[in-house]
């Protein structure tokens, strides 16, 4: 057995592991990553969510991964609509961040734009349009597998919006290194 430097019991030798959901979240939040905006649209109606959970997939071909919570309603929508939107926000973009996990920003509208059939965030830093391929089962999320059809990013250089320790952060060197604290599901 032995103790981690964030104070809980690793060992899960036994049946029963040595920590809760609330260490496993408190130590997951520790790997920093960047925020995104998923988007589907079904019958013209757009739905979007905010997500930290994305990474690459594959190069050959392309395949991009987001973990959906099976309880979220993004959930059943990305299944039906089949192509997804992701959009990379920069340091600028926080609200927005907010806006799609629940926290409405008073007075501004997120604006959508169509790349190739899917539905990304007009100023995003980083836009990709995906056809969903592989659905996975994770528990209390599901990972859904898009194959990249088309990307655009914006040549302006802005730093991207990160996440670590339930907190938003930038890239030390930017203009503002303003942090403000966010809750995910
Ligand atoms: C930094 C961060 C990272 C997160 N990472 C993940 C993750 O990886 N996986 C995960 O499952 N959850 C994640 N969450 C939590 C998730 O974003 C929230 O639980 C979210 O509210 C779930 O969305 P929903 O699909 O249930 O829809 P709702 O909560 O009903 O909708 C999300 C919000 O977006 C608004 N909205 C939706 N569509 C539009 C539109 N077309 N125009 C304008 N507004 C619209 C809604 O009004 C609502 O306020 C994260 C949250 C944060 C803050």
Known sequence: MRTSDIGINVDRGGDAPGFDARDFRNAMGQF?????????????????????????????????IVSVACNARMHSKIAQGGRFGVSMLSEHQEWCSNHFAGKPAEGRQPEFESLSGAPVLAQAKVKIAAELRHVYACGDHTLFVGEVKSL??????????????????????????????????
């Open 32 to 64: 920093a990553t960047g925020v995104v905006v998923i988007a589907t649209s079904i019958d013209g109606h757009t739905h979007g969510m905010t997500a930290n959970a994305f990474m690459s997939g594959s190069l050959e071909p392309p395949l991009i």
């Open 152 to 185: 655009e990013h914006r040549s302006r250089d802005e730093g991207p919006l990160l996440f670590h320790g339930g907190r938003y952060a930038r890239l030390a060197g930017s203009d503002s290194m303003a942090m403000g604290g966010a809750t995910q599901a």
